[in-house]
């Protein structure tokens, strides 16, 4: 609290959510979201990261990387990239000419007319499906949905975990067909 009483174009805040109420952590997001320097944030708390950061930094291979947005964001950069790499493993990229990956007569493989369809669909599906979770994610963020929501916490719990597996699978196919 003392902190943001001064002045200030820099915070360094180390899992500032642990121990706080709903209250009290409603208010911080607030002060966070209000505060026009630079956040540096480190939290375990995805809801949190979410409501609060525009820039997401993580460390892959030894170097820092950085994904615009929340954990979200970061989120389904990383399962993009994973159906991406899957599929380019699947195809044998990357792989010396004739190896078991990649015969030395392997054609490009045409689409079906139903495949086709599917390709145009997923884009929407996709959209609608993370429309959907956004929606669940600012309903959860509701501190009242905590207070009044009894049983439906849990459903929209499990919605929200079935959302995320959707969406994988979504993506991984759309990563099969655009190859």
């Not at 947005?69 to 004739?98: C, T, V």
């Not at 599917?118 to 959907?132: D, G, M, N, V």
């Not at 009044?148 to 699978?169: F, N, P």
């Amino acid at each position: 609290a003392k902190l943001f009483t001064r002045p200030g174009n820099v915070l360094v805040l180390d899992e500032p959510t642990n121990d706080l109420d709903a209250e009290t952590l409603d208010l911080l997001e607030e002060i966070l979201n209000d505060f026009t320097g630079t956040l540096f944030l480190v939290s375990h708390d995805r809801e949190f990261l979410n409501d609060v950061v525009t820039s997401t930094w993580y460390l892959e291979d030894g170097e820092v990387e950085e994904t615009p947005g929340g954990w979200s964001d970061w989120n389904d950069r990383q399962l993009r990239k994973r159906a991406e790499s899957a599929s380019l493993a699947r195809e044998g990229k990357g792989a010396a000419p004739g190896s078991p990956a990649e015969p030395a007569t392997a054609k490009p493989k045409k689409r079906t007319f139903k495949e086709e369809r599917e390709l145009e669909a997923l884009p929407a599906r996709i959209e609608a499906l993370e429309a959907e979770k956004a929606s669940l994610h600012d309903t959860m963020a509701s501190p009242d949905f905590y207070k009044t929501a009894g049983a439906k916490v849990t459903e929209v719990s499990a919605r929200l975990a079935s959302l995320e597996v959707e969406l994988e699978k979504a993506y991984h196919r759309w990563g099969e067909l655009e190859s």
